[in-house]
């Protein structure tokens, strides 16, 4: 990835599932590409550099026509009774357009804008409405769809073929374009917030962490581990690290043989796999303004996941995938989520080989 924009350093980012999405809600240059599975803690900084936010999004999504409407899904599973769910090229190959439902095809008609204070917003043409039992594809647009007899299968069936849509969506955060998510926050206002928990997530791994100094400062930091000479560290000495290194907020990142960090197109660690692991996202340090930015200027393709991001290596790891599945499970960072059947059938995989 580092390699491919030019960064002149990088580290690994969100946890990866093993269908090879980010686990938690990520944008990147104004594109949403999906919403979490799971509330979490995301990272964000400003388009001006001038702000970082370390906490749990608020986000909402609307397509507006005459009226506003909510949508509650956005690559994430199918719409529930009365929902309508988004669906676009950024989740090809993971998340499709339902069958037997009633849809609308968005066509991409002009610029990303920031439409309010916290909202990227973008212009769509209809280019497509129906209720079928055939799912109907984004063709490098937007699918909303419902199920048939819903509410929102009424407001979609409304749509006529060259109305303009306006799709806005948010994180409740001034000027975000860009976002990933973590678990669980280590630091905040100076406050550690990790604390000591019997799950295998939490005992003495690799690490990866971003930070943020009351000035500004920008930490990336990686800790390897698993080795004579590096141990790794626990998520409570990962918090104290990061305080001592005059972070304020940090936030805890995908770990063990995921924790990577590369300067200057040097792998600068030694992952403890003894080599790079493929991973789902990654946070990126580029030389100059970022090239891909794509609010008030034309719309850039959007590139499906690569798969294998979330690979079996992911799954068995405790500091990585399977450790955050066990954690999600049980309740340790918050509530407990209800895994989906992929997520289920990975969890068992990790446990069965503990």
């Not at 129906?130 to 769809?145: D, E, H, K, R, T």
């Not at 200057?264 to 991973?279: C, F, I, M, Y």
């Not at 609010?295 to 068995?316: D, F």
């Not at 399977?322 to 992929?342: H, K, N, P, Y």
Request: aromatic share 6%; hydrophobic share 40%.
């Amino acid at each position: 990835m580092a390699r491919r924009h030019g960064a002149v350093a990088a580290i690994n980012g969100d946890f990866g599932t093993p269908s090879g999405r980010p686990s938690h809600t990520f944008a990147e240059d104004g594109d949403l590409k999906q919403l979490s599975f799971a509330a979490a803690w995301n990272f964000a900084i400003t388009r001006g550099e001038d702000k970082t936010f370390f906490a749990r999004p608020f986000e909402t999504i609307t397509a507006e026509e005459t009226d506003v409407w909510r949508v509650e899904r956005w690559n994430f599973g199918q719409p529930a009774f009365n929902d309508i769910a988004a669906f676009t090229s950024a989740g090809q190959g993971l998340e499709s357009p339902p069958g037997n439902s009633c849809s609308a095809r968005l066509a991409p008609a002009g610029d990303r804008r920031l439409g309010s204070p916290t909202g990227v917003e973008t212009p769509y043409s209809v280019s497509a409405v129906g209720c079928s039992a055939i799912p109907m594809s984004p063709n490098g647009g937007i699918v909303l769809a419902a199920r048939p007899g819903s509410m929102g299968a009424i407001m979609l069936s409304s749509l006529t073929v060259g109305k303009t849509v306006d799709i806005t969506w948010s994180l409740g955060w001034e000027n975000v374009v860009d976002t990933l998510g973590g678990t669980p926050l280590l630091l905040d206002q100076g406050q550690r917030k990790a604390k000591k928990c019997t799950q295998s997530i939490c005992a003495r791994h690799p690490r990866t962490a971003i930070g943020a100094t009351p000035q500004g400062k920008i930490l990336l930091v990686v800790i390897d581990g698993r080795r004579t000479r590096s141990a790794g560290v626990t998520l409570v000495k990962l918090a104290n690290v990061m305080r001592s290194l005059g972070a304020v907020s940090a936030l805890n990142l995908d770990g063990g043989g995921s924790s990577t960090i590369v300067v200057k197109k040097r792998l600068k660690n030694v992952p403890s796999d003894g080599k790079e692991r493929p991973v789902s996202s990654a946070i990126l340090v580029l030389p100059k303004g970022d090239q891909g930015e794509s609010i008030g200027s034309a719309q850039p393709r959007t590139a499906a996941p690569r798969q294998g991001a979330g690979g079996e290596a992911a799954v068995l790891d405790p500091a990585s995938t399977g450790g955050l599945l066990e954690a999600m499970a049980a309740g340790t960072f918050g509530r407990r989520v209800q895994l989906s059947a992929e997520l289920r059938r990975a969890l068992g995989r990790f446990r069965a080989s503990r």
